[in-house]
């Protein structure tokens, strides 16, 4: 079936450092939807990102993935990170009507 | 825009009681989810319908049970609560395949 796999666990980085979380998927479908969602402490999460076709770069609130179908990826990366990118970052597969999520990867950024 | 109720926000259960779990939307969504979340686990699907009175198996269905009898609404049922199961469930819908998801705000479960 469909599965998504994430960068594991928390991902810890000083305060302007770039981010690169990472997302691995496997599908049957041959035209899946790829998210990023963000939930911050006590929130539900929302979506960050949305892919678009193959190999064309998405881009919101400083936050950029694209989608490689060549080896089903799609990472989320920021070239600076701010104290209020600290969240948990969910990477999700659409194929159809169902939608799994990978298991979440914790970042952490400090001063 | 358009908002997702989840009732109730906070549920204490004993081991062995069937439990139920609420959800609203008024976006007028077509399709509705149910996922349980966990420390370290992601977001695990446990039901979801693609419309009016359609019920899909997720990835984590036994032990629950759901109904959808009507558009805006989408409940869920733990058949029997697991002694010191503490999780949140989050009712999610969209409208179309490659839409984004809305989330609700969660019921948070305690089971005793």
């Known amino acids: 079936g469909d599965s998504v796999t994430q960068t594991e666990g928390l991902v810890t980085l000083t305060e302007g450092l770039p981010v690169m979380l990472n997302c691995t998927y496997q599908?049957?479908?041959?035209?899946?939807?790829l998210f990023w969602y963000v939930q911050h402490l006590n929130e539900s999460p929302r979506l960050l990102l949305k892919?678009?076709?193959?190999?064309k770069r998405t881009e919101h609130q400083g936050f950029h993935a694209t989608l490689h179908k060549s080896s089903s990826s799609f990472h989320l990366q920021k070239s600076s990170a701010q104290l209020s990118d600290s969240a948990l970052y969910y990477c999700?597969?659409?194929?159809?009507?169902?939608?799994?999520f990978g298991s979440g990867t914790r970042l952490l950024v400090s001063p | 825009g358009g908002i997702i109720t989840q009732t109730p926000k906070f549920l204490i259960g004993q081991e062995g009681q069937k439990l139920t779990l609420k959800c609203q939307q008024n976006?007028?969504?077509?399709?509705m989810y149910w996922y349980r979340q966990d420390s370290g686990k992601g977001l695990r699907l446990i039901y979801y319908?693609?419309?009016?009175?359609?019920?899909q198996k997720g990835d984590l269905s036994e032990g629950y049970d759901a109904s959808r009898e009507k558009k805006s609404s989408f409940s869920l049922t733990v058949t029997s609560a697991q002694k010191n199961e503490m999780a949140v469930f989050l009712c999610?819908?969209?409208?179309?395949?490659?839409?984004?998801?809305?989330f609700g705000h969660g019921t948070k479960l305690s089971v005793l």
């Open positions: 319908s693609i419309t009016e009175n359609d019920l």
């Open positions: 999700a597969l659409s194929g159809g009507y169902k939608v799994v």
């Open positions: 976006f007028n969504h077509d399709t």
């Open positions: 599908t049957i479908y041959s035209n899946p939807f």
């Open positions: 999610a819908s969209k409208q179309g395949a490659s839409e984004r998801l809305f």
């Open positions: 892919s678009f076709t193959d190999n």
